[in-house]
T-cell receptor
Framework: GQNIDQPTEMTATEGAIVQINCTYQ??????LFWYQQHAGEAPTFLSY????GLEEKGRFSSFLSRSKGYSYLLLKELQMKDSASYLC?????????????FGRGTSLIVHP | DAGVIQSPRHEVTEMGQEVTLRCKPI?????LFWYRQTMMRGLELLIY????????DSGMPEDRFSAKMPNASFSTLKIQPSEPRDSAVYFC?????????????FGDGTRLSIL
């Protein structure tokens, strides 16, 4: 079966660094997305990894290890507006295509 | 770019009534997805279309749910009859072919409450 795990909730201080982990046990893996979702809003795309290694994009970076079934999202210089849910989504083979399957999300609370 | 457009934004209705949710994908995107999001179960894929054809509807909870995509710019998700346990936020998303690495773009969602 498919299983994608993320911590339910994390808290961090403004200006700090936080790492949100995602582990998966799946078949037919073909890439991993991270999305950000503010309360009451739609998920928005943050990053995509298909090869092992680190992808950096401003204050946000995402890492993937395919052999370990592991990814993390790193947020630097945290701001209050970074308080949101962060969703890990794994692309899985389905009906000849690759469809993102979402984890339950990690609710990040940034406090002053 | 107008983004993915969903309507209505909010729907409150009594159980047993028919509910129709609508979605207009981003022009040029050939894949469309319907998701349901709840606190208990997170974001669940209900059905997705590729080039207007339903490819995988294994996530549709039961026969009360149906979805159509009559053309490249419009899709509906229908619940008939509705039940209180259908209360959730329903998202529509579109992307280029799911075989690519292009991300999904989500609409603002329909917040559905069945009384």
């Amino acid at each position: 079966g498919q299983n994608i795990d993320q911590p339910t909730e994390m808290t961090a201080t403004e200006g700090a660094i936080v790492q949100i982990n995602c582990t998966y046990q799946t078949s037919g893996f073909n890439g991993l997305f991270w999305y950000q979702q503010h309360a009451g809003e739609a998920p928005t795309f943050l990053s995509y990894n298909v090869l092992d290694g680190l992808e950096e994009k401003g204050r946000f970076s995402s890492f993937l290890s395919r052999s370990k079934g592991y990814s993390y999202l790193l947020l630097k210089e945290l701001q209050m507006k970074d308080s949101a849910s962060y969703l890990c989504a794994v692309r899985l083979a389905s009906g000849g295509s690759y469809i993102p399957t979402f984890g339950r999300g990690t609710s990040l609370i940034v406090h002053p | 770019d107008a983004g993915v457009i969903q309507s209505p934004r909010h729907e409150v209705t009594e159980m047993g009534q028919e509910v129709t949710l609508r979605c207009k994908p981003i022009s040029g995107h050939n894949s469309l997805f319907w998701y349901r999001q709840t606190m208990m179960r997170g974001l669940e894929l209900l059905i997705y279309f590729n080039n207007n054809v339903p490819i995988d509807d294994s996530g549709m909870p039961e026969d009360r749910f149906s979805a159509k995509m009559p053309n490249a710019s419009f899709s509906t998700l229908k619940i008939q009859p509705s039940e209180p346990r259908d209360s959730a936020v329903y998202f529509c998303a579109s992307s280029f072919s799911p075989g690519s690495n292009q991300p999904q773009h989500f609409g603002d969602g329909t917040r559905l409450s069945i009384l």
